[in-house]
């Protein structure tokens, strides 16, 4: 799991926001809020904004329409920005500097989501436990810990002010301008507002404070832990020397290399959809971006919108990751680029071999090394109010820091160590600012190739001339498949099915390699890693590089990088089959052309792929069917509802997609065997398919299958006379709106998670499709359209809560302006200039 879902409040009562796992699934949007549902408080006597406030003021700035108005600035004039809201309140950020881009971007982020990004600095500073007490007790095989005390463990060792100013000393004078930027920008809208007149979730409460510029390279270092380091948050907390006669605090229990690696790394935290289309495959012959990352839709890990000029040297539009003052994924006037998942590693395990006389010291080549050991206190905050210390010592190495869990264990011989390359990577914002200030796709391109501070997404770009580009350039362990071989820990049977490699720890042979065109010690070169330019198209949804594009498959890299010859997902193959179906290529080449109108009808068409592979063998089990026995009442009711159902999680689909989404779930996922065709490497699109009903044994277990979804079904509490929109949705101030999507293993292409948060039958939209962005080029430059899924603000008093949720219901897009030509034309245009 990521620690960033692991906070939570002392659970008081049975209710779903004290539960961990309503943390880790972001039903709750804040602190304040789950202890409030949960029957906690907020009160409390430490650091609050009351003083700060009292001593420096207000500085207001003026408020206009675009038409007109006094303006009113500052004396000193150090930061100054100017923005317009246009339509679902999205901001135009314009500045003479970087330092006023960030300026404009704090305020505006803080006017739609202060709340989220302020509890959220509480985090990445590892203070939750001081304000919100040790947290929820973890789950069997999920560390020993409680919730709050491991997350704050975590960052404070993560987050240590040498690591941080490290980081801040890295980054360019205008990366740094803008940090700056962004926490006057933050801080001044926390004047003005006052902390009782803050939304709900953060008002009055003790843990807001004015941010500083090195709370942002934390949040920066956050954001490059997330699928990688901090995932392992629980087991580095509770690593502990054996004591005497060889036993060690993680003995019990012991958990199997299976459970370890479903505890250690589950899937990622963030996922997504991308084409980019070429000159070959567009209907207007110019490029044609389509970005649909799959993100939370709660917390820190939403996306939020904007647009930021500097005349002259940057003017690019898309969304951004909170306290990120740049575009994550977005466009210019030449180009379009998003970003996926990638499956290159991030880390790797060593396996050390112990000094016998000390646990706490390694042989490496024949010569004892001492650990290096780091004693970390937490403050937290007792049930009666008063604050304890708890403390845990980490063990770092050159190999890492020492982890414990499962087969990963202490004992008198081995120790096991974690290391991310995204540790030392203090190039995330510069290489987003690099490709924002990028004049064309070959300056964007080399932007990434040279910094290689992506810190776990692929890139795929397009161009108005209609060239794309796939680069999969992240910082990735420099170990070459031989090295691989070469270096396998000793009991590897025991360690093969952990999510990272395991790597031999007591000769520097098997350290990471250097490479000297790479900027960080220990991975690879940019220019050595998975690349790709097309003039029909390149494509990801979250497998490795290799079926970008099936005319060019892209192999011969280290499997830290990227494996061929690998079953791929059925998002990807859901992606590559419209692709063939749509371009007709012969030869390679496409014979017919998309437009724009059709990716986007595509992305929300809601088809389930896996209905296509499977449903027809499952209704051949039917009566009439050409395998049908006697059946029994459950088995017709499957039947009734799947022959009805339109094969789709859209709004009006029937009860027959939650029978086969348990069907999937369920038995598909634990039954590999059941297939007709077999995956097949020659055939990777169209395999595995098909059921082998054919075989009485498998028909058993289908029919018994397809039962079993009809009362899991009607336990869950869906009903026949129900559709999918009257089951998954979002709350947005008492109101319900419809959300539609489906889950990823039925290969959705609108990926959508739902919970049901409540017990009442009803699910809660909690992850998938969130900024969904299409963009073209035609002679006068970029259409974009957009969505951002769950809406601009988290303020349920903000006109911005729930407009866009309304929109993705129904299907409508958001036409994005670009030129001042475009914003100054939308209605009810308004203008805030700040300075100070």
């Not at 008081?12 to 880790?24: K, V």
């Not at 999510?499 to 900027?519: I, S």
């Not at 799947?642 to 094969?647: A, F, P, Y």
């Not at 559709?723 to 979002?730: E, K, M, S």
């Amino acid at each position: 799991m990521n620690s960033r879902y692991l906070h939570s409040s002392p659970p008081t009562s049975n209710r779903p926001c004290g539960l961990r796992r309503a943390w880790r699934l972001g039903l709750c949007a804040s602190a304040t809020a789950a202890l409030a549902a949960c029957g906690g408080s907020n009160s409390g006597s430490d650091i609050g904004i009351g003083s700060w406030l009292s001593s420096n003021g207000s500085n207001s700035g003026n408020v206009s329409s675009a038409g007109g108005g006094q303006e009113s600035i500052a004396p000193g004039d150090v930061y100054k920005a100017e923005i317009r809201r246009t339509a679902h309140g999205i901001p135009h950020i314009e500045a003479s500097d970087e330092k006023g881009i960030g300026y404009g971007v704090g305020y505006s982020y803080a006017q739609d989501n202060f709340c989220v990004l302020a509890e959220h600095f509480v985090t990445v500073r590892g203070e939750r436990s001081r304000y919100f007490g040790e947290g929820a007790l973890p789950a069997s095989g999920q560390g020993t810990l409680p919730a709050n005390v491991t997350s704050d463990l975590f960052y404070r060792h993560h987050n240590d002010e040498a690591k941080v100013r490290a980081a801040w000393n890295a980054y360019s004078e205008p990366v740094q301008a803008m940090f700056k930027g962004f926490a006057a920008g933050f801080n001044r809208y926390l004047r003005e507002t006052g902390a009782e007149a803050l939304p709900s979730s953060c008002k009055g409460a003790t843990w807001v404070r004015a941010v500083e510029d090195t709370d942002l390279v934390r949040l920066m270092r956050d954001y490059a832990a997330l699928n990688g380091l901090a995932d392992t948050a629980p087991f580095l907390a509770q690593a502990s020397p054996p004591q005497r006669g060889g036993s060690t605090a993680q003995d019990a229990p012991r958990i199997s290399g299976a459970t370890a690696l479903q505890a250690l790394v589950q899937k990622p935290s963030t996922g997504s959809n991308a084409m980019a289309l070429g000159s070959d495959a567009t209907a207007n012959g110019r490029g044609m971006v389509l970005g649909n990352p799959h993100f939370p839709w709660a917390g820190v890990l939403r996306l939020y919108q904007l647009h930021l000029t500097i005349p002259g040297r940057m003017d690019v539009m898309g969304a951004s990751l909170p306290g990120l003052p740049m575009v994550g994924i977005g466009f210019t006037r030449d180009f379009a680029w998003t970003h996926t998942t990638n499956t290159a590693a991030r880390l790797t395990f060593h396996q050390l071999r112990l000094d016998p006389a000390d646990p706490t010291r390694y042989m490496v080549d024949g010569q004892s090394r001492p650990m290096e050991r780091n004693v970390l206190k937490v403050d937290v905050r007792e049930l009666d109010g008063r604050i304890a210390a708890r403390e845990h010592a980490y063990y770092t190495t050159d190999f890492g820091t020492v982890i414990a869990h499962g087969p990963l264990r202490w004992d008198s011989q081995h120790a096991y160590t974690v290391r991310d390359t995204n540790t030392e990577n203090h190039r995330l914002a510069d290489q987003w600012l690099a490709m924002n200030r990028a004049r064309s796709l070959d300056e964007m391109k080399d932007a990434v190739l040279r910094i290689v501070g992506n810190p776990w997404n692929n890139t795929l770009a397009a161009d108005a001339s209609g060239r794309t580009l796939f680069m999969s350039a992240t910082p990735t362990p420099n170990v070459s498949g031989q090295m691989l071989a070469d270096c396998q820990a000793t009991d590897s049977d025991a360690l093969k099915d952990l999510p990272a490699p395991v790597l031999r720890g007591d000769t520097m042979r098997c350290q990471w390699a250097n490479d000297p065109a790479a900027p960080q010690a220990g991975i690879f070169a940019g220019k050595a890693l998975p690349l790709l330019e097309r003039r029909d198209y390149v494509q990801n949804s979250n497998d490795s590089a290799w079926l970008t594009n099936p005319q060019a498959p892209l192999e011969g890299f280290s499997p830290l990088v990227s494996i061929e010859g690998s079953r791929q997902g059925l998002r990807t193959r859901q992606g590559l089959s419209w692709l063939q179906t749509a371009l007709q290529p012969r030869n390679g080449v496409p014979t017919r052309r998309v437009s724009q109108d059709q990716v986007e009808a595509m992305v929300l068409d809601n088809r389930v792929y896996l209905a296509e592979l499977v449903l027809d063998d499952m209704l051949s089990l039917c009566p009439g069917g050409s395998r049908s026995p006697e059946v029994t009442a459950e088995m017709s009711q499957a039947c009734s509802a799947l022959k009805s159902w339109d094969r789709t999680a859209g709004l009006d689909a029937g009860i027959g997609y939650g029978y086969l989404e348990d069907f999937a779930l369920s038995f598909l996922q634990q039954s590999p065997d059941v297939w007709r065709v077999a995956f097949d490497p020659a055939d990777p699109v169209n395999t595995p398919r098909g059921l082998r009903v054919e075989q009485p044994e498998v028909a058993a277990q289908v029919r018994a299958a397809m039962e079993a979804a009809v009362r899991n079904v009607a336990a869950k509490g869906w009903t026949a006379d129900r559709r999918w929109g009257d089951i998954q949705g979002a709350t947005r101030g008492g109101r319900r709106i419809p959300v539609p999507g489906g889950h990823e293993e039925l290969g959705v292409y609108n990926m959508m998670m739902s919970v049901d948060a409540t017990g009442n039958g009803l699910r809660e939209a909690v992850h998938g499709t969130s900024y969904l962005q299409s963009v073209g080029f035609t002679a006068e430059g970029p259409r974009a359209r957009a969505f951002l899924a769950y809406s601009q603000s988290t303020d349920p008093g903000s006109p911005w809560f729930a407009d866009q949720t309304e929109l993705f219901a129904r299907r409508e897009w958001v036409e994005l302006p670009f030129t001042r030509a475009e914003i100054d034309a939308q209605r009810d245009v308004t203008l805030k200039v700040i300075a100070e």
